[in-house]
């Protein structure tokens, strides 16, 4: 089987995209992740109670054209829907997600996943019409950069589902 | 004391301040004291104070003031240790405190007449802590909360004006006042 994401290679992505700031309540799936980027100086780290907080604080940072990212667990995501409709989709606010998808199966497609909120995580995104892509094995994390760009180009919502606990 | 009342001293005193409000605080702020920095963009009760934190992390020389509700509040009472962990020193955070939903009908929210919003405050680590429920303090206070350090709260005890404002929800939801307020925070 492929190895996981790299935790340093997503953190070197965000860099590349020069995002900022990074909201998060912890989640086991980007646990390694988390852990670099509140050690790194280069970031600013907002621990949140709650993963709606995040979604307005991401939002509101694009207003001085400070990037930021949202790391939160998929049902943090679910648990957000009214804010991220009502402050980052109606008001076409740029949004970076990452979610991780805990407990997904190795080797197994989200929405095919035996864990039911694994499996809602997709078609919630794409009822929302929020862009995806699935960061599953090494190598996916190149990805990332330009997709952060493209949720600031488009002032968008975009969500990076993480598939597998990142090394 | 009655809500506008008490904008309208706030009013009288601002110059350059961010401010956050929503729903019928916001039609109230917005006739009261129109302003491309007004911050009326937010549809989710409850997201105001981590709105105006992400604003005041945003723009760290300018004063940002949110004016919160009680029944907002409480939907994400954890956004106050959020705000207070963070610390942003420029940033005032209101929370009008009526006792009901007023939006939806007058209905009273939970505990009204037992909770403590400036004790959840004060324990949350909000440093400088105000409860206020008589205009003539009210108007000796806003100055100083002006140049205070945050980040405050100030638990204002009011009641809603015997008439509503007008409400003007395409003008709270604008694009082009989205726009605006973004070419007036970036260029002043």
């Known amino acids: 089987m492929s190895e996981p994401p790299s935790a ?3 953190v070197e992505q965000l860099k590349q995209a ?55 667990q998929h049902t943090g995501f679910m648990d957000s829907i009214n804010s991220i409709q009502g402050v980052a989709t109606d008001f076409r606010q740029p949004l970076v997600m990452i979610i991780g998808l805990l407990n997904k199966e190795p080797g197994i497609k989200p929405r095919e996943s035996k864990r039911v909120g694994v499996s809602l995580t997709e078609p919630l995104l794409e009822v929302l019409k929020i862009p995806h892509v699935l960061v599953d094995v090494r190598g996916d994390e190149t990805r ?4 952060v760009e493209e949720a600031y180009s488009t002032s968008n919502p975009i969500a990076i589902l993480i598939g597998r606990e990142v090394v | 004391m009655l809500r506008p009342e008490c904008l309208r001293v706030l009013a ?38 981590p709105y105006g934190l992400g604003l005041a992390l945003a723009f760290p020389k300018r004063r940002v003031i949110v004016i919160d509700g009680d029944g907002g509040l409480l ?14 020193r420029n940033l ?3 929370t009008c405190n009526n006792g009901i939903y007023e939006t939806t009908g007058g209905q009273a929210i939970p505990a009204s007449e037992r909770i403590s919003f400036s004790g959840l405050a004060r324990a949350a680590g909000y440093p400088i802590v105000y409860e206020v429920d008589d205009l003539g303090e009210w108007e000796i206070l806003v100055p100083r909360l002006l140049s205070a350090e945050g980040p405050v ?35 002043r």
Not at chain 1, 144 to 147: F, G, N, S, T, V
Not at chain 2, 30 to 43: E, G, H, I, R, Y
Not at chain 2, 75 to 88: E, H, R
Request: include cysteine.
């Open chain 1, 144 to 147: 990332i950069a330009r997709l």
């Open chain 1, 18 to 72: 020069r995002v900022e700031f990074v909201a998060s309540v912890p989640d086991k799936m980007t646990a390694r992740l988390t852990e670099l980027i509140e050690r790194d100086s280069s970031f600013r780290f907002i621990p949140l109670c709650k993963e709606d907080e995040g979604v307005s604080i991401c939002s509101a940072l694009s207003f001085a054209d400070r990037r930021a990212v949202l790391i939160i």
């Open chain 1, 8 to 10: 340093e290679a997503i």
């Open chain 2, 92 to 94: 005032i955070h209101l």
């Open chain 2, 12 to 49: 009288a005193h601002r110059t350059d301040e961010i401010v956050v409000s929503i729903f019928r605080a916001a039609f109230e702020w917005m006739a009261l004291s129109p302003s491309d920095l007004n911050f009326t963009f937010v549809k989710a009760m409850g997201q105001i104070a």
């Open chain 2, 153 to 187: 709260f100030v638990n204002l005890i009011v009641a809603p004006p015997p008439e509503p404002y007008p409400e003007d929800w395409g003008a709270a939801y604008s694009r082009e006042r989205q726009k605006s307020f973004k070419q007036a925070v970036m260029s």
């Open chain 2, 75 to 88: 939907m994400n009472l954890g956004c106050l240790v959020t705000v207070a962990n963070a610390g942003p």
